[in-house]
Nanobody, 119 residues
Framework: QVQLVESGGGLVQAGGSLRLSCVAS????????MAWYRQAPGKQRELVAT???????DYIDSVKGRFTISRDYAKTTVYLQMNDLKPEDTAVYYC?????????????WGQGTQVTVSS
């Protein structure tokens, strides 16, 4: 069982930065693939970045060079550092813990945090 608590969303101007945090509680945090998704109004939920248990990261092309995902095993926390934000980054951002390779019930979501970028 994993619970995810997010923080760090808000309203920023284009070119600004935000750091999202996702604190995980529960068992076997280190075995999950952690990810950030986002969903804009009228759009499908989109995978933004992932970090595996071994530390490998991946990003969608639109955020490469601007966003950084990381995980702190001691704090059981996942971060998304977002720099040079653009209006098209505006969305609700969701933290995800994916352990479905162990079973269909091992997939957890945070509550979502709103990121709004003005121009």
């Amino acid at each position: 069982q994993v619970q995810l608590v997010e923080s760090g969303g808000g309203l920023v101007q284009a070119g600004g930065s935000l750091r999202l945090s996702c604190v995980a509680s529960g068992r076997m945090f280190g075995l999950y693939v952690m990810a950030w998704y986002r969903q804009a109004p009228g759009k499908q939920r989109e995978l933004v970045a992932t970090v595996t248990a071994s530390g490998s990261t991946d990003y969608i092309d639109s955020v490469k060079g601007r966003f950084t995902i990381s995980r702190d095993y001691a704090k059981t926390t996942v971060y998304l550092q977002m720099n040079d934000l653009k209006p098209e980054d505006t969305a609700v951002y969701y933290c995800n813990a994916d352990g479905r390779h162990y079973g269909p019930h091992y997939n957890y979501w945070g509550q979502g945090t709103q990121v709004t970028v003005s121009s």
